[in-house]
């Protein structure tokens, strides 16, 4: 089998954070991978549900697949990760990029968490390193380290494919903000490069689409389209140029809506922080932080 064209790339959206999900095969009954998962929050209530993570599991259940790794690219700070319900549900072990720990450091610092917040990965099973490889079945997904967004951010390869995260976006979209704690424009501009580097005909999966009025929803684009026509990042934009206008316009860019319980529950892969004495966990909002 032919890893270059073997894959089977199911996509999920969902439209309260603008968010795609993977499901990525070598076809029925075969093993899979889910990358970037969602986890339902109402941040009025403080209630979770299942609903965006329950299709992804309908689906598994249906193409009689087997659960391997529950992959982040990232720490994401727009919407919570279902990684622990799926592993609840179909088994696979949890992964990320091993500069997690990076992230960790910082955000345990953030929200004043106590020592029983380990700052080693350890709440993931998988640590992937820059250019590691894993299996799943016939297929196998290299990690790419792309830091910029966050510093931690990996892409990974599977075939003919790229799900990169956070990095770029369609290209009437553009670039990620790099403006959180640890994020850096330059470091952005030189992941988009690492990207755009491969050939034109390469796949790009985005984790989001946020699209004018104009155009529907798009999961996919191409190395070539990217490099021909992304607004922020096409061929002929430097680097200096890229820093001063992602600088610029990160300054006008408000917090995620869900950046506080996202961040929180995405640096324990997905868990809740420990319930206090009467049995119910709780999130922190620190004031006049971020």
């Not at 270059?4 to 029925?28: H, L, N, Q, R």
């Not at 249906?62 to 690219?73: D, G």
């Not at 990217?226 to 206008?245: C, L, P, R, S």
């Amino acid at each position: 089998m032919n890893p270059k064209e073997a894959a089977d790339i199911k996509t999920f959206f969902d439209p309260e954070t603008w968010t795609f999900t993977y499901v990525v095969s070598g076809g029925k009954g075969s093993p899979c991978v889910v990358i970037d998962s969602v986890l339902n929050y109402d941040p009025k209530s403080g209630r979770t549900t299942n609903h965006s993570a329950d299709q992804v599991i309908d689906y598994i259940q249906a193409e009689q697949l087997k659960l391997t790794w529950v992959l982040e690219t990232h720490a994401h700070a727009d919407h919570l990760t279902a990684a622990p319900y799926l592993q609840e549900k179909l088994g696979g072990q949890l992964v990320i990029g091993n500069r997690i720990t990076n992230v960790q450091n910082v955000f345990k610092g953030v929200f004043n968490l106590d020592d029983r917040f380990a700052t080693d990965g350890s709440q993931f099973d998988r640590l992937l390193h820059e250019g590691e490889s894993i299996s799943f079945g016939d297929l196998s997904l290299k990690a790419i380290f792309v830091p910029g967004h966050t510093p931690a951010c990996m892409a990974y390869e599977i075939g003919n494919a790229l799900f990169i995260g956070d990095t770029l976006f369609m290209p009437d979209v553009g670039t990620a903000r790099c403006d959180f704690p640890g994020g850096d424009a330059r470091t952005l501009y030189q992941s988009i490069q690492k990207l755009l580097s491969y050939p034109p005909e390469t796949k790009l999966y985005m984790c989001h689409d946020y699209p004018p009025s104009d155009r529907p929803v798009e999961s996919c684009t191409t190395v070539g389209t990217e490099k021909a026509k992304n607004i922020h990042v096409h061929d002929g934009i430097t680097e200096d140029q890229f820093v001063q206008m992602r600088t610029a316009r990160d300054k006008t860019l408000a917090m995620p809506h869900l950046i506080l319980p996202s961040i929180q529950v995405n640096i324990r892969a997905g868990h809740f922080p420990e319930p206090e004495a009467n049995g119910k966990a709780y999130l922190k909002i620190p004031l006049n932080v971020l």
